[in-house]
Structures are given as C-alpha cells and as structure tokens.
C-alpha cells in the first residue's frame, strides 16, 4: 500500500489518487497528515504538498486540489516527453507536473463548468477543450501520467511487485431507430411516403414498400448480425434501445409495439441492454424516470447503463438525474466528430460533483471512437489506420476501448461501406 503524506486530506485529493493508484495503476493508497506515521510507514510512500520533509519521495501539489468551488484557472501546458501535460512543480519535485491536480482536472470536466461556445445542440465541442487546442486530445494523457507515476515508484521501490491489467474492449451499440421502414405505423408511413413523393425520391418509395411487403430486409434490422458477433466475443457488447415517445428529435418505434419490445428481449438475451434516453428527458426528470421504468418492464431487471440522446451532457444536472434513479453506469461523454479522449483517460472513472465536493457513485466510461467521427476519413485505408492508431494508444496502458457504431452502421448503405470490416478490427484487437 502507498501511504501519501500531505497536510490536508480533501475529498479532490481523495479522488485524484484513487484513480491514478488504485483504478490505473492497481496500487491501494491511504493518507495522512501526521509526521510520525509516516516515517513509521515501511513501504511505500510519497509526501505531496508544498515542501519535502526530508529525503522521501516528494511531489509538489497545485492549490487545485485543496480549494473549493471554480475559478478561471490560467493553465500553461508544456511538452513532457512524448506527451504534455500542465500544473508545472519545481525543481525539487520527483515529477515535473502535478499529475495528480491536472488529472482531476480533466476527469471532473472542470473546463466544461467554465463559459465556452456551445454547439447547435447545446454540447461541449472538442474544440473547446485543452485538449483540443494543445494537441493532445489523441492521448489518454490521465493514464500515461500515471504509468510515468508508476515508474517513479519503481525506481525507488523495486522489489515492489504491481498488480497488472489488461487491454479490454467495450463496444457499444446505439439504437435511435431500430427499423428505417417497419412497424412505423399507418400516420408515419403515409407521411414518409408523400414527402419521398414531393421529393421525386421514387427509389426511397420503391425501398419502403419492398420492405413493407416482405420482399426485402429493412435496412437497420442488423440485430441478427450483432447478435452472430456477440456470440463470437468473449466482451459483452452493451445495446442502447431508444424508447423514449415520439418527438422532433426522437423519432423510434412505439414502445407498445410488441415487435418492438420482442426485439429487444431477444437482443438483451446475448447483449446487455442499456437505455438511450430521449431528448427531451435531458432536462425533465420526470420523462427520465418514466423511460427507466419503461425498460427495466421491459427487460425484467433493474436497469445499469445509460446513454443521452445525440451525446449531449449538461454537467452536472445530466449525472445527478441519473444518480437520483441509481443508474450506475453513463456512456455519453465523448465527441461525436473527434476520435480522442473526451476526459483524457481509458480508464472508467466515478463521476465527481464539483457543486458538492463529492464523488458520487456514477462510474462513467468514455467513448472513444463513434462511427460518425470515422467518415470524416476518406478512405477505407484512411479509416483503419485511425482506428488501429486509438486501438495502440489504449494498448500501450492497457486501457479499456469504448467503441460506438449505430445499428444501422452495418447496413449496405454505401455511406457505411466497410464498417463491418472495421468493427471487426476492434473485437480481433483483444487477441493481437
């Protein structure tokens, strides 16, 4: 156990240290303030405030994780290696960052509570972040410091034996529409039907009704081949049904639909089942909660994972509504155009309440890569070398990929031409 000596135990300090010792880097940590306790400690241990006491290992901390509140914090990030990082410590720090004060940074989503530009949807964009604009969104930098963490502690502790993890994979996939044609209903097909008409779109009418009348396969029905690939994958793939009612953003099946509900059962038979909430329930607690209830009727069992419509966040009403119906799990934070590190890590991480200082029990696992961020590659080529390139990075710290591609993803549609083949590359990844 790691026994860190600083002169105040907060919760943020708590936090920060929970994540990069024990999360990342499977080292169980403990504090204290007192001198004596820790001269008497016979293994491990680092002090972490503003001076050494004598010779031990001394990181020097940043004010950020002993304050309160926030505040427009001026953040220089400097080169590190092959990587960057900020919280500059002087000369007689074992590290020259705090890593500890920058990680709580990026995991709390502090700049995300700070004014910025939001986009149409009223998201965080990737390039407001520091991230984005010093160069390192592509890292999972939180994990990397705390390798380069691990080191120092190697090299002065080398009979010290650390625990090990493993690459994992997480992949995920999100169904806004689970059919393009069928089970629409009476109103909604006659109205698809007649804007294709005033559109002179005579093709999509001649697909609608070959779907319709049993001729053809409707197009984002894939859940046959999703389920053949979960079967073939030891990691179990997490599949968001939106059921939320119908509405200018939400636009799936009618929850009474009983071929509807049947699917989902038979999806949630191989896969877990999770809930893509609805866009108006990002700001009504009340359609939240109804939508929680309408699937765990649904499923039969308490309900763990969520995903916000469109990937949107309001932080920290979003994860406090989530928290108050004991969802426990939240696989919205990313960027839907920027393959990257929303939070800076792979590592799952629980969600902290900047408002009450605490952490609360919302762990949430960060995507990485959505399918929508990948057509921004023009080639198939150009596509798989960015995926390998993510995939390596989470490799080198043995982190764990969360993927998101979309059912219809797998369609024939020329735009998602060679998606299977790239999926295929995230789950043959775990056994390279």
């Known amino acids: 156990m790691l026994l860190v000596y600083t002169h105040k135990i907060t919760p943020r300090v708590k936090y920060a240290f929970k994540q990069i010792c024990l999360r990342i880097i499977g080292l169980p940590v403990s504090f204290t303030t007192k001198v004596e306790e820790f001269i008497a400690h016979d293994s ?3 002090s972490y405030t503003k001076q050494p006491l004598s010779h031990e290992v001394f ?3 940043h004010e950020l994780l002993f304050e309160q509140g926030i505040t427009d914090l001026e953040l220089i990030v400097n080169d590190w290696g092959k990587t960057k990082c900020f919280f500059s410590c002087g000369e007689n720090s074992a590290l020259p960052f705090d890593i500890f004060a920058a990680s709580f940074y990026l995991l709390s989503r502090y700049e995300e509570y700070l004014p910025h530009v939001k986009d149409a949807y009223g998201r965080f964009t990737a390039e407001e972040s520091l991230a984005y604009k010093n160069g390192f969104l592509h890292q999972p930098v939180v994990d ?10 190697t090299e002065h502790y080398p009979e010290f034996k650390f625990k090990s993890r493993n690459y994992s994979i997480r992949p995920i996939i999100d169904v806004p529409c689970a059919y393009q044609y069928k089970s629409k209903g009476v109103m909604r097909t006659f109205g698809g039907t007649l804007k294709d008409l005033l559109r002179f779109k005579l093709k999509l009418v001649y697909h609608r009704y070959t779907v319709l009348l049993r001729f ?3 197009p984002f029905d894939t859940f046959k081949y999703i389920i053949n690939k979960q079967k073939q994958s030891r990691f179990k793939f997490i599949v968001f049904f939106l059921i939320g009612d119908y509405s200018t953003y939400d636009k799936n099946i009618n929850v009474q639909n009983r071929k509807f509900t049947s699917l989902i059962k038979q999806v949630g038979d191989y896969c877990k089942i999770g809930v893509k ?3 108006l329930s990002l700001g009504n607690f009340e359609i939240l909660k109804k939508e929680k209830l309408r699937m765990e009727s649904i499923i039969n069992t308490e309900l763990q994972a969520s995903r916000q419509s469109f990937s949107k966040l309001n932080l920290p009403e979003s994860y406090r509504n989530l928290i108050a119906l004991e969802i426990s799990e939240d696989y919205t934070m990313g960027y839907i155009n920027h393959i990257g590190f929303r939070a800076g890590t792979c590592t799952p991480f629980f969600f902290y309440d900047l408002d009450y200082e605490i952490q609360t029990p919302l762990k949430v696992h960060t995507y990485h890569v959505l399918d929508t961020a ?3 590659k023009q080639s198939l080529l150009d596509k798989k070398q960015a995926l390998q390139n993510v995939i390596d990075r989470i490799k080198m710290v043995n982190g764990e990929f969360v993927s998101v591609f979309h059912n219809y993803t ?8 060679g998606y299977k083949e790239l999926f295929n590359i995230i789950l043959n990844s775990i056994d390279e």
Do not use: E, P, R, V
């Open 44 to 46: 491990l241990k680092i």
């Open 59 to 61: 990181i020097q901390s």
């Open 144 to 153: 990397i410091w705390a390798y380069k963490f691990k080191d120092l502690l």
């Open 216 to 218: 053809k396969k409707d």
């Open 277 to 279: 909430t609805s866009y």
């Open 374 to 376: 990948l057509l921004k």
């Open 410 to 417: 797998f369609s024939n549609d020329t735009k998602w031409k």
